[in-house]
């Protein structure tokens, strides 16, 4: 299946990473055909080890209804594949594209030397850590509403049970109800990408501000 216009939001994204001088450890779109869909997978490494976070992975999800009724909606669209395939239903539902932000905290800064290690200080040190950025999450998505949540990996070794992974998962969605055309969807995806890199300016600077003090 061919999407040409979610291509053409990829090259729009690859080109404003470059802009800004972002590098990604990994920039790679995924097609399943069976499930009719398709997604951008990236990765931006963080430089700043004071932080608290060592990555940030954005991904975004398409499929082929999205991608048709789009095609339908904007002018200069006729020619478009999926025009010719009548099988692909009209949704009610406003298009939009769906990405999901994570933020990847670095499990270093929770484990703790042997002698801190007992009594599960480890897994008490994340959940400090975690509860005084849910304290100020308000401050970085100010009235958006949008959904987050924490994954989290746990392990144990001879000392007890520590966090392996810690990871801030926050969900976007953008409509594109209102654009007539690709550039109005390439003025949207920019928008949308700076406010992206915007909040993730602020995560980072409140887990840093926020991250436990080794003892």
Known sequence: MKYPIFNSIIKRIEADLQKRELQTKQFKVWKDDTINA???EL????????????????NLDWDTFREAQMARQLTGME???LLKNNTISVSRLQP???AEVTWHFNDQVITSSVEEAMDNQRLIRASDWMNAVNMRLSDVFGSDKLMSRW???VEADEFGKYISSM???TYFQ???DEVSDLNGIHSLVSSR??????KSRKVLALAEKTKPVAA
Do not use: Q, W, Y
């Open 38 to 40: 398709t997604g951008l």
């Open 43 to 58: 990765e931006i490494p963080i430089k700043n080890r004071n932080s608290g976070i060592k990555t940030i992975t954005i």
């Open 79 to 81: 020619k478009h594949p």
């Open 96 to 98: 939009t594209i769906d």
């Open 151 to 153: 994954h989290l990996d």
């Open 167 to 169: 990871c801030l998962i």
């Open 174 to 176: 953008f409509v594109l």
């Open 193 to 198: 990408l700076s406010m992206i890199l915007a």
